[in-house]
């Protein structure tokens, strides 16, 4: 019997072709027991409440952050190990990366993670470290960013922006429909900022109230940048969640 086996082994190892045929065989198995399942399941990621996309100048700093590379230094993921949770938080979920295209996981932390910076530092804070980091963190590595303070936001195609990424299936609104509906599902203020048609006047209305840079009189790429940053981790109120997942490491 063994004999057998090793010669109906050893047969399939010489004939590349019947290697190959059997090789892919096992891999479409293996992957619709991975993929079919999905068809049947209504949402494959859980609803949380507070969770909705990116404002226009927020979806703006993204894609700065994306454009200067940060994602190379920076996770966004928080993992469910003790040593992850006392230093940065409650471990990431799924839905808080759901408007992502794509999303910022990652793997590499030649700097700390990032799920969870926002509205743990001032924007000055953010600006000073963005333009010298060693000027607040000494042994950072970090390269400067001061042309973001001087680089004026280019707003002109963020409704483009918008409706790209309506595409893929994030809800901004081009419809009173689609209106109602965000309304319905995140309240009136977020989905007035989800608007597509005033997403242009929205973004600049956001960068003047929050004065991300310090300077009202510009609208530059910093504005954008620190309002990304200072959205990252507040959406979700983790105090629901974290008496209970922080008892199992007391």
């Given at each position: 019997?063994?004999?057998?086996?090793?010669?109906?082994?050893?047969?399939?190892?010489?004939?590349?072709?019947?290697?190959?045929?059997?090789?892919?065989?096992?891999?479409?198995?293996?992957?619709?027991?991975?993929?079919?399942?999905?068809?049947?399941?209504?949402?494959?990621?859980?609803?949380?409440?507070?969770?909705?996309?990116?404002?226009?100048?927020?979806?703006?700093?993204?894609?700065?952050?994306?454009?200067?590379?940060?994602?190379?230094?920076?996770?966004?993921?928080?993992?469910?190990?003790?040593?992850?949770?006392?230093?940065?938080?409650?471990?990431?979920?799924?839905?808080?990366?759901?408007?992502?295209?794509?999303?910022?996981?990652?793997?590499?932390?030649?700097?700390?993670?990032?799920?969870?910076?926002?509205?743990?530092?001032?924007?000055?804070?953010?600006?000073?470290?963005?333009?010298?980091?060693?000027?607040?963190?000494?042994?950072?590595?970090?390269?400067?960013?001061?042309?973001?303070?001087?680089?004026?936001?280019?707003?002109?195609?963020?409704?483009g922006k918008l409706r790209?990424?309506?595409?893929?299936?994030?809800?901004?609104?081009?419809?009173?429909?689609?209106?109602?509906?965000?309304?319905?599902?995140f309240g009136e203020e977020?989905?007035?900022?989800?608007?597509?048609?005033?997403?242009?006047?929205?973004?600049i209305a956001q960068a003047?109230?929050?004065?991300?840079?310090?300077?009202?009189?510009?609208?530059?790429?910093?504005?954008?940048?620190?309002?990304?940053?200072?959205?990252?981790?507040?959406?979700?109120?983790?105090?629901?969640?974290?008496?209970?997942?922080?008892?199992?490491?007391?």
């Open positions: 019997m063994i004999m057998k086996f090793r010669f109906a082994h050893e047969s399939i190892e010489i004939n590349a072709g019947l290697l190959i045929g059997l090789t892919l065989l096992v891999i479409s198995i293996g992957g619709l027991v991975e993929i079919v399942p999905l068809f049947y399941i209504d949402e494959t990621i859980e609803e949380v409440e507070g969770v909705r996309p990116y404002t226009p100048l927020e979806q703006a700093g993204r894609d700065i952050y994306v454009r200067e590379g940060c994602y190379t230094c920076h996770s966004q993921m928080i993992r469910p190990f003790r040593d992850e949770l006392l230093r940065y938080g409650h471990y990431s979920l799924a839905a808080e990366s759901q408007y992502d295209h794509p999303f910022q996981w990652g793997s590499k932390r030649t700097g700390p993670d990032l799920a969870r910076v926002g509205e743990k530092y001032s924007n000055e804070w953010h600006v000073q470290h963005l333009e010298a980091p060693r000027s607040v963190v000494p042994e950072s590595i970090m390269p400067n960013y001061p042309w973001l303070s001087e680089t004026a936001l280019n707003t002109s195609d963020i409704e790209a990424l309506k595409m893929v299936g994030v809800p901004y609104s081009d419809t009173d429909e689609e209106y109602q509906a965000n309304v319905e599902r977020a989905a007035k900022m989800l608007d597509i048609h005033s997403a242009e006047k929205n973004l003047q109230a929050g004065n991300y840079d310090g300077d009202r009189s510009n609208l530059t790429e910093m504005d954008a940048m620190v309002a990304y940053l200072q959205l990252l981790g507040t959406l979700v109120d983790f105090s629901k969640y974290d008496e209970g997942y922080f008892a199992e490491f007391r």
